[in-house]
């Protein structure tokens, strides 16, 4: 291992000569309790700025095995510790000097989420702890100022390491109560499985946020306060009692008013698959992680999803056991996210009536009356919300703020007035059986076929061989792989541009090593998430060293990206009645 001496040395020696001999100083080198790794050196001043990581021992840093040992409480610990790092990096950034990215210090910053990323990860079994960010190397014009960077590398960065990284000067109450409340949540997801519960508020929460475009809590909002019939008691292993409404499993209406905070409530929900913040007022806002929000998406790309559940007979004679559209309408683009929603094992669908297409949730009586059955190809959402939870086991919360028909389908329904929640099941079960004649002639539903999910994509052959597939992040809204642009913008889970960058990654690493025209999407997703679940979320990336911004994304997430992705081609569909078919297509494919 080099010394950090050595790191210096190199320094003075390419003081003042252009900036490409900048690369002479890549490598690790032993700086104290820390080994600094500069991974990548940029190119000139104006380039991407320098990937530099930091590693620490596990025993050196010193953080209690309670913190390190759990996956749970070892992402808090991590997310923590970037906060932090990230606070002392911030005030040292561009107090070095020069020209284009000179002095600058760039470290992820996490919003609300607590989110595993590559920026900080612990090693599980030694505490081993590794740091990455970015640096811009400094120049003037596009000579090396050495001087500068020493500055960086020896005085800023050292501080910020010795005041974030290690346990014995870090804020050990602040940490503490990081892992208690990791610890109180985790508690809390594993009280929804046994107490049969899909979402759990707790009282005093606060769901508004600041506004549009902030993610924070706001400040004067309302509290939440659970109706009393709803209420169930938890006993957190730190915080103690906490009370909050528990929604049971079965289908679930918001109802109430315009503006009342029916769509706060269930965008709270929405977020409550991930743990939040101290601080953030959604701390006890837990939703069974494989929660999706279901929603119309006009204009996304299908892959031959069997979409017949909720499609049949279009008057194109589309084939609706293989639907495929570049631009799918509102209803086709719903009946698909939820099919592939339950695809991705979902045991919860969200969805908002102003997010909806209105043609897919429901059809009054009138309109079935005047237009036959048989011309109308859609099986509404309300007809297979049931059969959703009983042959599926797969919940609905549903906000309904126009529509009474799904009154008849509710086990329970909930009233926002001036955002407080009140239980009125059976005043609205009552006045919907007073109203009921409308139920007599109810035309007969058809059996629906189980969706068949087995599709097994090939990734295009130019593709495959293609190592410089770039991949670049438009915030959370989309990603780009070279030029395939995934639009994600209506998958609205995803929280954060380092999930999206994230899911970049490994839709370049599916394309390049595991689609290959034999797997099923499952198959690809499940060795996609072992592959990050076993070594890291940068066991993805296959270049010269580990982004400093990735952060892990759900399973959902993975599905919902790789399903959205036109740069994919169809191989083969195997499938109950779906072989001749299948042979068409490809003889298509192949033209
Ligand atoms: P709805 O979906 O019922 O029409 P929204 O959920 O969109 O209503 O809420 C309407 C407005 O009220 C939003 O601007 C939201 O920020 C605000 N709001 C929601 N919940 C609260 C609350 N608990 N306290 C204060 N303001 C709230
Ligand atoms: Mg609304």
Not at 195 to 203: M, N, P, S, Y
Not at 217 to 242: D, I, N, R, W, Y
Request: hydrophobic share 35%; net charge neutral.
């Amino acid at each position: 291992m080099k010394h950090s001496e050595d790191l210096r040395e190199i320094l003075h020696r390419i003081d003042r000569r252009s900036y490409p001999a900048y690369k002479d100083t890549a490598g690790a080198y032993q700086f104290g309790s820390y080994v600094l790794s500069i991974d990548h050196v940029q190119g000139d001043p104006f380039a991407a700025p320098s990937k530099v990581s930091v590693h620490i021992d596990g025993a050196k840093a010193g953080f209690p095995s309670d913190m390190t040992g759990k996956k749970h409480t070892r992402i808090a610990l991590a997310d923590a510790l970037i906060r932090r790092f990230g606070r002392e990096a911030e005030q040292h950034s561009h107090k070095a000097k020069g020209s284009g990215k000179s002095g600058l210090l760039s470290v992820s910053r996490p919003g609300q989420e607590v989110l595993a990323r590559s920026a900080c990860e612990i090693e599980p079994d030694s505490g081993d702890l590794v740091v990455r960010l970015e640096v811009g190397f400094p120049a003037n014009g596009r000579t090396i100022n050495a001087g500068e960077l020493e500055k960086i590398l020896f005085r800023f960065l050292p501080e910020c390491v010795q005041q974030s990284l290690f346990y014995k000067t870090a804020d050990k109450k602040h940490l503490e109560a990081v892992k208690e409340l990791a610890e109180d949540q985790y508690y809390i997801r594993q009280q929804l499985k046994e107490r049969g519960l899909t979402a759990f508020v707790a009282d005093g929460s606060v769901l508004p946020r600041e506004s549009g475009v902030s993610d924070r809590p706001m400040k004067q909002a309302v509290k939440f306060c659970t109706p009393e019939s709803m209420q169930v008691v938890m006993e957190l292993p730190h915080a103690g009692t906490v009370k909050g409404m528990g929604i049971p499993r079965g289908v679930t209406l918001i109802v109430g008013g315009g503006y009342h905070g029916k769509s706060t409530l269930l965008k709270a929900l929405e977020r409550g698959v991930y743990n939040h913040i101290a601080g953030d007022g959604r701390e006890y806002v837990i939703t069974d992680d494989t929660a999706v929000k279901i929603r119309a998406e006009d204009g996304r790309s299908i892959r031959h999803t069997d979409i017949s559940m909720f499609i049949n007979g279009l008057p194109n004679g589309k084939d609706t056991r293989a639907f495929q559209t570049e631009d799918a309408s509102g209803s086709t683009s719903q009946a698909a996210n939820v099919i592939e929603a339950m695809e991705a094992g979902t045991k919860l669908f969200l969805i908002d009536e102003d997010t909806s297409a209105t043609n897919f949730m429901i059809r009054d009586e009138l309109m079935s009356r005047v237009v036959h059955k048989e011309m109308e190809p859609i099986t509404p959402f309300i007809d297979r919300v049931e059969e959703l939870f009983t042959s599926y086991g797969i919940s609905t919360i549903l906000v309904a703020g126009s529509c009474g028909s799904y009154f008849y389908k509710a086990d329970h329904v909930i009233q926002m007035m001036q955002y407080v929640p009140s239980e009125i099941t059976e005043a609205a079960k009552k006045e919907a059986a007073r109203f009921a004649d409308f139920a007599k002639d109810k035309p007969k539903l058809q059996e629906s076929v189980p969706p068949d999910f087995a599709r097994v994509f090939a990734a295009d052959r130019k593709a495959a061989l293609n190592d410089r597939m770039k991949i670049k992040g438009m915030g959370k809204d989309a990603v780009s792989i070279d030029r395939d642009t995934i639009e994600l913008r209506y998958v609205e889970q995803l929280v954060d541009s380092e999930q999206t960058m994230a899911l970049g990654y490994m839709v370049k690493y599916a394309k390049q090593r595991l689609f290959d025209g034999k797997k099923d999407l499952k198959a690809v997703v499940d060795m996609l998430v072992k592959i990050v679940e076993q070594k890291g979320i940068g066991a993805v990336c296959e270049g010269r060293y580990l982004p400093c911004n990735l952060a892990m994304p759900r399973v959902q997430e993975i599905y919902a990206c790789l399903n959205r992705c036109r740069g994919l081609r169809i191989a083969t569909i195997h499938g109950p009645g779906m072989r001749i078919n299948c042979a068409f297509r490809e003889n298509m494919i192949q033209e």
